[in-house]
């Protein structure tokens, strides 16, 4: 193992997003290194690199999605082993604060995060926690479960965990894309009923294929698909992965009384609800935010029996960093991109 290795530092935000060189880093005491095979690159990695989600300490390795292979033990490691196949629950928790102790651990009071608070993935090689791990079977490619802790274990996280999503229920998912495609396979696997959208009939195509029925808001109205979906009732779940007050507002207006609006988006910064109606119909809005190691550890045992496939839109080669920024910038992608080595 050579000391240097490639990353993606961002040192100062705006600007371009570029691989540089620097020292491999060394697990501490109860760390792993792993040596990284493929990292997911999320539209949170844009929003990092502009500082509308602010870093704390620069420079930083980003990166919150990646899989590999263990790579060197920090001392007090036992139970992994060099050349084991691995992917990373992207929450670090402190493991005494109240919610890690009540089993709640993704609102850790003390949490740093890979490829936030903490350096991540898209490099050769990261030091992560053991507590972090998750074994990846072999039948899962790198690549695949490269975008299992963010893409596919948040969507589980929202629908399983947050939303309690059960069979024969009508779930409505508004946008179909890197996580949307996954909430759709997901809601399907609970045994829920899905109605999709999407601007892109691309997208809407293989959420089709995944089973959901679908809509085009661009030309289509969303009133009338849900009116024919739920005859007339609503549905009982609203996925927002957008988060402006367009798709809030849209979203609690098909919900039932007593449904779930399950807030996974977040473009605007604030949101409407009208009152009057969301108090009469006791509806509720959850925020959804990451996923817990078992939620990774779920989501591994779905991918492995086949009851979810990963959907990786596009490859790039690390180096090309720039060029999969601007692929996932001009948002015609189905499905995630992934950074191979
Ligand atoms: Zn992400
Ligand atoms: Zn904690």
């Not at 999605?65 to 001392?75: F, K, N, Q, T, Y």
């Not at 850790?108 to 972090?132: K, S």
Request: with cysteine; charged share 20%.
């Amino acid at each position: 193992m050579s000391h240097m290795m490639r990353a993606v530092v961002i040192a100062r935000y705006g600007g371009t997003l570029e691989v540089t060189h620097c020292p491999v880093p060394r697990p501490g005491p109860g760390e792993v290194l792993v040596e990284v095979h493929a990292s997911g690159l999320c539209g949170t990695d844009l929003h990092l690199l502009s500082g509308r989600q602010p870093l704390g300490t620069l420079p930083r390795i980003i990166g919150h999605e990646l899989a590999g292979e263990v790579a060197a033990l920090g001392d007090g490691v036992t139970q992994w082993h060099e050349g084991d196949r691995v992917t990373a629950a992207i929450d670090v928790t402190c493991g005494h604060c109240r919610h890690c102790l009540t089993g709640e651990t993704q609102r850790c009071l003390a949490m740093q995060r890979i490829g936030f608070e903490r350096d991540g993935g898209h490099a050769d090689y990261v030091a992560v926690p053991a507590a972090n791990l998750v074994t990846v079977p072999p039948e899962i490619s790198y690549a695949a479960a490269a975008i299992l802790p963010d893409a596919v274990a948040c969507m589980y996280h929202s629908l399983v965990h947050q939303g309690k999503v059960g069979i024969g229920q009508r779930v409505l998912i508004l946008g179909a894309g890197g996580l949307g495609i996954h909430g759709v396979q997901i809601a399907r696997s609970a045994g829920a009923e899905v109605l999709a959208t999407s601007r892109r009939w691309e997208r809407l195509a293989l959420a089709e294929e995944s089973g959901a029925l679908v809509v085009n808001t661009k030309d289509q109205s969303l009133e009338t698909a849900v009116a024919t979906f739920t005859h007339g009732d609503g549905v009982d779940i609203v996925v927002d992965n957008i988060g402006t007050r367009d798709s809030v507002r849209q979203g609690l207006s098909v919900l039932r009384p007593g449904g779930k609006l399950l807030l996974v988006g977040y473009l605007d910064e604030t949101l409407e609800i009208p009152s009057m109606r969301f108090f009469k119909q006791e509806q509720e809005i959850i925020g959804c935010r990451g996923s817990t190691r078992q939620d990774l550890v779920e989501v591994v045992r779905l991918v492995q029996s086949g009851r979810i496939t990963p959907v990786i839109g596009a490859h790039y080669k690390l180096e090309q960093i720039d060029e999969a920024a601007a692929c996932l910038e001009a948002g015609d992608l189905v499905g995630r991109i992934v950074l191979t080595r």
